[in-house]
């Protein structure tokens, strides 16, 4: 098929699978979140953490990616990267972040906004020990973000670290661990037919969670 911009023009699905009223919001956006984590998780989702992390650079030049959600509590919301990555450097000059959850399947979004600070070494090491060993060794052994000669190049690193680190415990590198994105701002958007989406927002102002809805 040639995909022409009539096509794409006609692309469109109608929404009517949920609603979403400002009574059936939690008072607490992070518990909001939560139920709406818990039911995309249930509905088997294909990854249900996989989120879009938006960065700045100093010059207000955005980025963005798709990282996955490893942790959150009161706090915010928890992943973990390489700290010498795109991502990485980014954070460090301009320590603010927005985030995209996307349940197609459920017609449903979420939009975080927030400040963002690294976790703490134990922390990083905690999960890091968690991780599967290759996973453990790519992250040591991946230069993220810079150019390499070829494919053959990180995999040859991988398996000469891999060899020479046979039966010993892989260490958390320095270079990488969690970060947390503390919310200032969360929008939950549901779809709805003709486009009139449902949309609940939350800001934080004096550590208190203000609701409303906005026009779609």
């Known amino acids: ?79 973990y990267t390489n700290y010498l990555s795109q991502k990485g450097k980014e954070l460090k000059r301009n320590p603010y ?12 979004q979420v939009r975080i906004e927030g400040t963002v600070e690294k976790l703490d070494k134990e922390n990083s090491e905690a999960y890091f020990k968690t991780r599967p060993v290759a996973s453990q060794i790519g992250a040591v052994t991946s230069p993220q973000s810079q150019i390499v000669p070829n494919r053959a190049f990180l995999e040859d690193k991988f398996e000469d670290f891999k ?34 989406h449902d949309r609940i927002n939350f800001e934080l102002a004096k550590g208190i969670w203000t609701k409303t809805r906005l026009a779609p």
């Open 1 to 79: 098929m040639q995909v022409t911009n009539e096509f794409l023009q006609n692309l469109r699905q109608d929404y009517k699978s949920a609603t979403l009223d400002e009574s059936d919001v939690d008072d607490n956006p992070i518990t909001q979140f939560k139920k709406w984590l818990d039911h995309s998780i249930d509905s088997q989702i294909f990854e249900p953490n996989a989120m879009t992390l938006a960065t700045a650079d100093k010059a207000g030049k955005p980025n963005a990616r798709i990282v996955l959600l490893k942790g959150i509590d009161h706090n915010g919301f928890k992943f």
């Open 97 to 108: 972040a927005c985030l995209v959850f996307y349940w197609p399947e459920l017609e449903r």
């Open 163 to 196: 060899l020479k680190n046979k039966d010993k415990e892989i260490i958390k590198p320095a270079h990488w661990g969690g970060y947390v994105v503390k919310p200032t701002r969360i929008e939950f958007w549901q779809g709805r037919s003709s486009r009139l």
